[in-house]
């Protein structure tokens, strides 16, 4: 392997690229919120959007391993930014010519979806080969201050840029964010995997290379365990995912309120993320998720149990503290678990499983809202008597009975799993990759 890839110098500079990238994206997605949001002033809309966006990796996730075991990484990543770009080139013209409609979201969400999985899943398979064992829990909290540092800026700068520039010039800086990002990736060498007789099946037996990830899982019971843990939160967490109309909602439509506690993750990410680089993670990674992901969503329920606006950004800031902890941690078994050179068609099956959860609980999500808990909250609902006291019983109402029962019943999966001993015991029962002769 190149000597330099076994340092943090080339992760660092696709970094800061993706920092850029996702910054843009992200004021684009909070952007186009708020324009779905008035256009419609409905949630469905909004969880479609998000529904659109995922529903592409089902297609593709089981083939998508083998492309990125096979093909060049780094050629598949620039492929994910240069079609990223183009389709926000195409909102932009449709949205300066009056032509866009909400369907043209969901389209170039679709697109933006399958080559941002390929690229985010191609460098998610290069980490172990970039970056040594002992700093995967540390390129995991890099990985959260990316995400969440720009979960502070985004959301503020959009709703600051949004009543002055418009759609049109968020717009542009997403480009501008793209070109940034291609311009890192063209810099460095990112290591492909070398392929072994016991790693990779021959080429004409097709059906065992796009199986490989899912008998990979199943002969290892403790990676299944936390495969199945991984979706129960992924799917309670999705059918939740009325956070913004919900704020949007029960603040008499206050962007300035959302954007604040949507920043308020960001910055407890950030500082969650800091903190943890520092420290360098528990000795045992289960803990750091079980635990992790508990706290996480016990402080989710309150953003439906209040409609001050501090706690929402106190409540909103304590989930993301603890949500570098539970992402890290996790990334960190899977990449000491899994073999590198399997890792693209085993991290590609770990997405199939998610590809169809998040669309599920997203599709449910809008609809939930919009037909069973908000009528039920209503001062006639049949929730209302036994719930308006907590929630309220006027618009919104609905939305908050629905995160914050969403989010109790995550905290009781992650307690509960205490009590399956494939998972909680996943460091012993599973060598790590390496140590394997």
Not at 38 to 61: H, K, N
Not at 70 to 84: F, P
Not at 325 to 330: T, V
Request: net charge positive.
């Amino acid at each position: 392997m190149n000597s330099q890839s076994n340092n943090l110098r080339i992760f660092t500079i696709i970094w800061i690229g993706q920092v850029a990238s996702i910054l843009g994206s992200r004021m684009t997605n909070f952007a186009v919120i708020i324009w779905a949001w008035q256009l419609t002033g409905e949630a469905t809309p909004l969880s479609l959007l998000a529904f659109f966006t995922e529903i592409p990796i089902l297609f593709v996730a089981i083939f998508a391993g083998a492309i990125v075991d096979r093909w060049n990484r780094k050629g598949i990543m620039i492929l994910g930014d240069v079609m990223a770009g183009l389709s926000t080139i195409v909102i932009l013209f449709l949205f300066l010519t009056n032509n866009l409609a909400i369907w043209h979201l969901y389209l170039t969400g679709a697109v933006n979806g399958l080559f941002g999985y390929l690229q985010e899943l191609a460098f998610s398979a290069s980490k172990a080969l970039i970056v040594p064992k002992k700093h995967y829990i540390r390129v995991g909290a890099m990985t959260s201050i990316k995400t969440f540092g720009t979960g502070i800026f985004a959301p503020a700068l959009a709703g600051l840029f949004y009543y002055s520039v418009g759609l049109s010039g968020i717009l542009m800086i997403d480009l501008i964010t793209f070109l940034i990002a291609i311009s890192t990736l063209s810099l460095v060498t990112i290591p492909q995997p070398k392929i072994s007789n016991t790693s990779f099946v021959e080429p004409n037996q097709r059906w065992q290379q796009l199986t490989l990830g899912f008998r990979y899982l199943w002969k290892r019971p403790s990676l299944m365990a936390l495969q199945i843990f991984s979706l129960s939160y992924i799917f309670f967490d999705t059918a939740s995912g009325i956070l913004a109309p919900m704020i949007l909602a029960r603040t008499g439509n206050n962007t300035a309120i959302l954007g604040s506690v949507q920043g308020a993750v960001g910055l407890g990410g950030l500082v969650g993320a800091i903190l943890l680089g520092m420290w360098g993670g528990p000795k045992r990674p289960i803990q750091g998720v079980l635990i992790g992901r508990a706290l996480v969503f016990g402080a989710e329920m309150v953003l439906g149990l209040t409609r001050i606006p501090a706690i929402l950004v106190g409540a909103n800031f304590t989930a993301g503290l603890f949500k570098p902890l539970a992402n890290s941690c996790e990334s960190a078994i899977w990449l000491s678990k899994v073999e590198p050179t399997v890792q693209g068609r085993v991290f590609a099956t770990t997405s199939f499983f998610d590809g169809i959860t998040y669309p599920l609980g997203l599709l449910i999500a809008g609809p939930l809202a919009d037909f069973f808990f908000e009528p039920a909250m209503m001062p006639d609902g049949f929730l209302a008597p036994s719930a308006g006291v907590i929630f309220g019983t006027d618009r919104g109402s609905g939305m908050a009975l629905q995160f914050s029962l969403f989010s109790l019943i995550v905290v009781f999966i992650c307690l509960g799993s205490y009590l399956f001993p494939p998972l909680r015991n996943i460091e012993n029962i599973l060598p790590d990759h390496d140590s394997v002769i």
